[in-house]
């Protein structure tokens, strides 16, 4: 069966995005056929296209997440069928009109709930949900400061953030996306086109700094999370959206507050089908009660990679995005 898809032959700009034909694999034994109905952006594919984060081989389908219906499975399946709606995220390749998929990716989509939602909400909550649970246990009365908080996860986390009763210090590049991300659970926004984020951290915590840092960003805002956290707080560097974070020098900045560093990375949250349905559960009982609302900010065609990628990078997005095959 021929399918539509978006293929990388090299790392590079947005032009080596090229949309091609190509032929759908059979499902093995463990295995499932999926049609896609709606692709979840995630900015990490860009890294994937740069080559920031590799991929196994070329010519590669990029794409990390999707959400669709089982068209075909493999002998030995057992908890999937033909016609269930699945949602699934973390392995390449779902920048295609379908993909074949083994069946611990797969998380079933709840009956209330869109699949353009799904595909939106899955990678994106469950990385909130880990770095809230797991990476650190968020707790009420707590102060965070969290990067890009007008993005698909930091509106997210803005919401739950707030659903804990934790106060969120979010960062936003515009002042239409610093309103947004107070229209969402932020406690305060940062306008990093206009304000300084560490006198503004300073300003709103009587000059003490904030319990945890949440760092998506890495190389353009590393300074001023290491300068913006309490002593004996926590910094989190969970993306690189402006690049890698600078070296950290544990003898001169982890001598100024002597402050905790993790690294966190989905793969070590997220590594088996019980972890990420336990995850995705979670998540979805989140958006069930209302505490948190999925902003699905644009949507694109799946032919339309491009622009998606370019958008992205250049912050003309908000909320989360969708490519529909």
């Not at 293929?7 to 093995?28: C, F, M, N, Q």
């Not at 699945?86 to 709930?113: C, I, N, Q």
């Not at 002597?258 to 690294?263: H, T, V």
Request: proline share 3%; charged share 25%; with cysteine.
């Amino acid at each position: 069966m021929k399918i539509g898809a978006i293929r990388i032959h090299k790392y590079g700009p947005t032009s080596v995005l090229k949309w091609e034909k190509i032929e759908a694999s059979d499902p093995g034994p463990n295995q499932v056929l999926i049609g896609h109905t709606a692709v979840g952006f995630n900015f990490a594919d860009t890294y994937y296209r740069k080559g920031l984060y590799k991929v196994p081989d070329f010519p590669a389908t990029i794409g990390i997440e999707a959400a669709g219906i089982i068209e075909a499975t493999g002998k030995r399946v057992k908890n999937f069928k033909t016609g269930d709606r699945v949602v699934f995220g973390g392995g390449l390749g779902t920048y295609a009109e379908a993909s074949v998929r083994h069946t611990d990716e797969l998380v079933k989509v709840p009956r209330w709930m869109d699949d353009r939602v799904a595909a939106a909400a899955l990678t994106k909550g469950c990385t909130v949900q880990y770095l809230f649970n797991q990476t650190h246990k968020l707790k009420k009365g707590e102060t965070i400061l969290f990067h890009a908080a007008a993005g698909g996860v930091g509106l997210i986390a803005s919401q739950w953030a707030k659903s804990v009763g934790a106060k969120m210090i979010g960062t936003a590049s515009t002042s239409e996306k610093a309103r947004l991300a107070l229209r969402n659970g932020c406690k305060h926004a940062i306008d990093t086109s206009s304000q300084d984020i560490t006198k503004e951290v300073m300003r709103l915590t009587n000059g003490q700094g904030v319990d945890v840092v949440f760092d998506s960003v890495g190389h353009d805002q590393w300074t001023a999370s290491l300068a913006s956290v309490r002593k004996y707080g926590l910094i989190i560097l969970f993306g690189s959206a402006s690049g890698k974070a600078p070296p950290l020098d544990l003898w001169e900045d982890g001598a100024k507050t002597a402050s905790y560093f993790i690294r966190a990375k989905a793969a070590n949250y997220l590594y088996d089908a019980n972890s990420r349905r336990k995850s995705a559960r979670h998540l979805f009982r989140k958006i069930r009660s209302g505490e948190i609302k999925i902003k699905i900010g644009q949507t694109y065609p799946l032919k339309d990679a491009r622009r998606a990628h370019r958008d992205a990078e250049a912050r003309r997005t908000v909320g989360s995005t969708i490519l529909v095959p």
